[in-house]
């Protein structure tokens, strides 16, 4: 058992915070912006909140967190009365948040200066995959330091690799939205066609899912698409601040993105029909309403 912390209960940081007091039987205390969720939180999981950043991660050996953008980190690591305040040495920060790799480079320097290690790790499986403890998490950072705290991260993990130094972890969430943009647009469009072309579209995806064709996205997704059903996991406007990050990458390594700056335009488009908070399929939706 360790003394933990974990800093932001969204949808994601919330069930993980739960599997460190439950499945691995930590001392975990929280905080979160919004006071009264870590209340809540706390009062269900039987553990302590604390009302700043700073006075959660006091004694603790590893600090989780899980914040919307690197704004958001900034603020709770370094901000008023932020976490790195209270870091004691030789502790790890263990980010989950999806954030660019300079904000995670910029942090690891700062926590290497006041005695402690970051890692940058942000994590891939969406909602489910945080309430039922099964995530994949990239990590960037020193490896003893990652040693220190895979035990712990394996409580809300199924998969957990350490990916290079620091911004290493972020860079291979980038490349991870990269892929899913790329296949949730040509599943839409193979719908489509399927749907205009009057086929039978659960005989057509039965039929191609066993091949080269197959993917994540296609077996969980492919039913709620054709229902226009979609409420399903991660929204919209969080891809597209995931894919602003790998665009002004790509700018800055020289990478060409072309396919994934067009699928970021079909998701403004979905933005603009209301659908920000719809989940990422919804791009079946956007080429329907064109044919509307």
């Known amino acids: 058992?360790?003394?933990?912390?974990?800093?932001?209960?969204?949808?994601?940081?919330?069930?993980?915070?739960?599997h460190l007091a439950t499945s691995g039987n930590h001392d975990v205390?929280?905080?979160?912006?919004?006071?009264?969720?870590?209340?809540?939180?706390a009062k269900e999981f039987g553990a302590a909140f604390a009302p700043t950043p700073q006075e959660a991660v006091q004694d603790c050996d590893v600090v989780f967190c899980c914040v919307g953008n690197d704004d958001?980190?900034?603020?709770?690591?370094?901000g008023d009365e932020g976490a790195f305040y209270g870091m004691k040495a030789g502790a790890v920060f263990v980010d989950h948040t999806t954030a660019s790799s300079e904000v995670a480079q910029e942090l690891a320097q700062e926590a290497e200066a006041r005695g402690f290690s970051f890692?940058?790790?942000?994590?891939s499986g969406g909602q489910a995959g945080a309430e039922n403890g099964v995530l994949t998490v990239m990590v960037g950072g020193n490896e003893t330091a990652y040693e220190r705290a895979l035990p712990i991260m394996e409580c809300f993990s199924k998969k957990v690799g350490l990916m290079g130094p620091s911004g290493a972890g972020q860079q291979t969430k980038m490349v991870n939205q990269i892929c899913i943009a790329g296949l949730l647009q040509g599943l839409s469009e193979g719908i489509h066609f399927a749907e205009k072309a009057g086929l039978d579209v659960e005989k057509v995806i039965e039929a191609i899912s066993g091949g080269a064709a197959q993917s994540w996205q296609m077996e969980n997704r492919w039913k709620t698409m054709h229902a226009n059903e979609y409420e399903h996991g991660f929204a919209v406007d969080?891809?597209?601040?995931?894919?602003?990050?790998?665009?002004?990458?790509?700018?800055?390594i020289g990478a060409r993105l072309?396919?994934?700056?067009?699928?970021d335009q079909f998701y403004a488009e979905v933005q603009a029909m209301g659908g920000g908070r719809w989940d990422t399929s919804s791009l079946l939706a956007r080429m329907k309403k064109a044919d509307s």
């Not at 205390?29 to 939180?41: D, L, M, S």
């Open 72 to 78: 958001d980190l900034r603020g709770v690591t370094i």
């Open 1 to 18: 058992m360790a003394k933990v912390a974990f800093l932001g209960l969204g949808v994601m940081g919330y069930p993980m915070a739960g």
């Open 238 to 252: 969080w891809m597209r601040k995931d894919l602003k990050i790998c665009l002004k990458t790509a700018d800055e």
């Open 258 to 263: 072309p396919v994934t700056a067009l699928v």
């Open 119 to 123: 890692l940058d790790a942000p994590v």
């Open 29 to 41: 205390t929280v905080y979160n912006r919004t006071t009264a969720k870590a209340e809540k939180w």
